[in-house]
């Protein structure tokens, strides 16, 4: 009974030497998957301050509201089991303090909406009808798109490279804009009906960003 006491004691005391955080739920998903999810969250938000510049309220709060339910899209659980898989301390703490501050700034912006809304106060696609309503809304979806690009960074190039071209991948091509010019006087006919001179080619167009390049990873 001595040695089963004594074996017990010594479990339950290497049992709390683990830290609570190593506790907590974690997911057994490659890291790159879950960057993936990290991309997700951070291009929705890119759609979230479209909408605020376009005045759509509808959309833009239901982007938010996806983002903070109780489900596996809830951006501070993707957040807070994917900064758990950092190996580095003082990384694993900034993403810990990263994932609050994205939770918190999105229940900041469906506050705001909350208090808009309010009995008797005006609704729907009004409330996103003024500038600085919809410069608030904006800035609240950019800034937090910033704090996934500060949290994704935190991890190794070769992960965060596949997590943010399978997000792109799925939601779609990049729009890269191209235009097709035709040089100034090449194959037309002046006025006294001689051909025109070619001038110079025009310069190639500048390559499309690449995953990281267009989420600041």
Known sequence: RILLGAAATAGFAAFALIPTEQLEQTSNAPVFMQLEAVATLQLRLDEAAKFADDGNADGYRALLESMTGNDDRNAYTILKKAGLRLDDAAKRERARVLSIEVRDALD??????????APGVIK???LLANDERRRFAKTAATSTAAKLSEFARLYGREDREAGAERALTKMGPMQVATET????GSQQEGEDGVEGVASSPSPPPP??????QRLGW
């Not at 010019?181 to 100034?184: A, G, L, M, Q, R």
């Open 108 to 117: 900041e912006a469906l506050q705001y909406f909350d208090a808009m809304a």
């Open 124 to 126: 729907g696609a009004a």
């Open 181 to 184: 010019t035709i040089p100034v």
């Open 207 to 212: 390559p499309p960003p690449t995953p990281l």
